[in-house]
């Protein structure tokens, strides 16, 4: 059985964006590769489609502010641990002055692994993607090109 065959249903394109995301970043390009073995096309779309830690922080701060409420906070912690402050602003300018005293009290009080901060990024994607299946987030208005309705495997 192909790859792709068990994607091809309604919601298949989303399962295998998904599957894709949250990968390790070796086993991701191997996945890629197997998919444009398959069909070029649609490997093409997925790598369009899918969210990066890059792509959700040059977001605004308004989806940013839906996505850090949702999160809990050593993860969040975990996450914004090693980013600039800007990104740090971005995604604390709309939480309240408690909780952005707790997640710097984290920050300063631990020391993440790689696995981790690894695991806090996809915690990041993650919660985007259940945020935009309870209709919180809308991917169409917040970056058109990550919107996946409508998509289907060939």
């Not at 309604?10 to 949250?22: D, H, I, K």
Request: with cysteine; net charge neutral; proline share 6%.
């Amino acid at each position: 059985m192909s790859l792709l065959a068990r994607f091809r249903k309604p919601g298949g394109f989303q399962q295998l964006l998904n599957v894709v995301e949250t990968c390790a970043p070796p086993k991701q390009e191997s996945l890629l590769k197997s998919i444009e073995n398959e069909d070029p096309v649609t490997a093409n779309l997925v790598r369009i489609k899918m969210l990066s830690v890059e792509k959700i922080v040059a977001w605004s701060s308004d989806p940013l502010f839906e996505v850090a409420n949702r999160m809990p906070e050593k993860l969040l912690a975990t996450f914004l641990k090693n980013k600039d402050e800007a990104i740090f602003k971005k995604f604390t300018q709309h939480l309240p002055h408690l909780r952005v005293k707790a997640l710097q009290e984290v920050m300063a009080l631990t020391d993440p692994t790689p696995g981790e901060l690894f695991t806090a990024d996809m915690k990041l994607i993650e919660t985007v993607r259940l945020l935009e299946k309870e209709s919180v987030l809308n991917l169409k208005y917040i970056s058109p090109e990550l919107d996946t309705n409508d998509v289907k495997v060939a």
